[in-house]
């Protein structure tokens, strides 16, 4: 269905972005909103909201104006901007609401469990949005206010250590949850043992989330909110049981026998006295144990009856079943990596690995080649996620080079290659990864005026040819997408357009001049 625009009204500036999440209510709400992509999802997410009262709210970083929701069937559904002005929203993705759903389902959650005065801060002196959430409350028959802390933003371990002492001077108590990017959790989980991590995930016409508990040697798993409660000591989720010494990993999900810990002592014969005892220990067939591990003989040990003495386990043998249950504790954390590794965030990825590292240290025997190779594969794709540039490293090169595409618009018009553009400005560009290519070109022309040609136009392949990625930062900035035949015409009818915009400032210049 086609827009009508009215005279009357004001004149609607199409929006370059697709924008997933918007407010409900006022621009001030905390009620987030998120439009699912699927037009199959669209008929059912509008019958919730019927008022169709959505706004770039100011708790997402947007600018207040109204937005409306947008059905496609060629495209993704989002939201759009129906009043004219510039919007400097940062995020708009379908996570860029997240802190709102964390912060209204914990307030919640707390509610429910008779906690008093429950209040959330989106906003804190010193911190931009998105980057904690605080949620104050107090218990029954307390005066005291405790603070529970979201940390959604990544920080130093010194910065970290330091508010953490400076909240504890605060509060009357101070329990840390973490999100999926604060790459915080390790620090945590040296400190007690494990880290609360939290996240959400998109379901249906809204997003849920989930609570995870993060142990040095397994992968996070994930359970609802509403399987966890909160105690005197932090959110016990199924994976924590409540000690007297406070939260600590339940049993039954407690580490391997791969991973290192406290020496299993072994099921041996009982001696008939101390004296025989000491003669066995000083048998020639004793070996020295390995640090960590279990103390092994390969003497004899008399019979409770006394009668003939019955054998203790080899040497070898112990060493084949240390290397059995690290075996399998290593092809369950790679399988588990092989489903879902994907999808994990790197400081996860990198707890799984961990894992695996301690199963081969536990292992007496070389590592098969097969289980090796699969290894070094997902290693290898640690490494090349923590290479990938952080977000603020995206924003840094997005501005440098759109000064370098806005100079070259306005002087000759010549696209540029990406390693020209590395000659330029940063050796790194030309290196990044695809994805990270588009982000940055997406930055570029976040701003750009939907009546103009994206300054990434001027970033073309060899040989002046349409660079294979501009299709894709058209597709982001909700620009028409050519077919792929028409791709190279239509390219270069951006490059005329801006050609003809700097032959026009030309223009406009020397008729100044000579005014002048």
Not at 198 to 206: A, L
């Amino acid at each position: 269905m086609q827009h009508i625009r009215s005279s009357t009204m004001p004149v609607e500036e199409e929006d370059t972005r697709k924008v997933q999440t918007a407010v409900s209510g006022s621009p001030g709400a905390d009620r987030p909103v998120y439009l699912p992509m699927d037009a199959a999802a669209y008929d059912r997410f509008i019958r919730e909201y019927p008022a169709r009262e959505f706004y770039c709210g100011t708790l997402l970083g947007g600018c207040g104006r109204k937005l409306s929701a947008r059905k496609y069937r060629d495209k993704k559904c989002h939201f759009a901007h129906v009043v004219s002005g510039r919007c400097r929203r940062v995020s708009t993705n379908e996570a860029s609401a997240d802190h709102l759903y964390v912060g209204r389902a914990l307030a919640a959650w707390l509610k429910k469990q008779k906690y008093r005065n429950v209040h959330v801060r989106y906003r804190q002196r010193g911190q931009e949005l998105r980057e904690v959430i605080d949620i104050i409350y107090t218990r029954a028959g307390s005066p005291l206010r405790h603070l529970m802390r979201v940390q959604l933003a990544r920080r130093s371990k010194a910065e970290w250590e330091h508010s953490d002492a400076e909240l504890h001077g605060q509060w009357g108590d101070v329990q840390w949850l973490f999100g999926p990017d604060s790459m915080l959790a390790n620090w945590q989980v040296d400190r007690q043992g494990h880290a609360i991590r939290i996240q959400c995930r998109p379901s249906g016409i809204t997003r849920v989330v989930e609570v995870g508990v993060q142990f040095p040697d397994t992968p996070v798993a994930w359970v609802s909110l509403s399987r966890c409660r909160m105690t005197d000591h932090g959110v016990q989720a199924p994976a924590l049981e409540l000690t007297p010494a406070g939260l600590a990993r339940a049993r039954d999900t407690g580490p391997s026998p791969s991973v290192k810990s406290d020496p299993v002592p072994v099921t041996a014969p009982s001696v008939e006295a101390p004296a025989r005892q000491s003669r066995a220990s000083e048998a020639p067939g004793r070996v020295e144990p390995r640090p960590g591990r279990r103390e092994i003989s390969t003497g004899r040990s008399p019979s409770p009856e006394g009668g003939s003495p019955s054998p203790i386990p080899s040497l070898d043998g112990f060493r084949a079943e240390d290397d059995r249950r690290a075996t399998e504790r290593l092809v369950s954390l790679l399988d588990r990596l092989d489903q879902v590794g994907d999808d994990l965030h790197l400081d996860q990825l990198q707890a799984v690995l961990r894992g695996i590292s301690a199963c081969e240290e536990a292992m007496w025997h070389p590592l098969d080649p097969v289980l090796r190779r699969r290894v070094t594969v997902w290693r290898a794709h640690a490494a090349a996620m923590a290479a990938r540039p952080t977000l603020r490293e995206i924003y840094a090169y997005a501005d440098s080079v759109r000064w370098a595409l806005g100079m070259a618009a306005a002087r000759t018009a010549r696209p540029f290659t990406w390693t020209e553009l590395g000659e330029r400005l940063d050796h790194r560009l030309p290196t990044l990864h695809p994805d990270d290519k588009v982000s940055v070109l997406v930055e570029v022309d976040r701003t750009t005026c939907s009546d103009r040609p994206l300054l990434s136009a001027l970033v073309a392949a060899r040989g002046n040819r349409v660079h294979p990625l501009y299709a894709h930062v058209l597709d982001h900035l909700d620009r028409p997408v050519p077919a792929p035949p028409m791709a190279q015409p239509s390219w270069e009818e951006d490059v005329r357009h801006h050609r003809r915009l700097r032959d026009l400032r030309e223009r406009r210049y020397r008729i100044t001049t000579r005014v002048a």
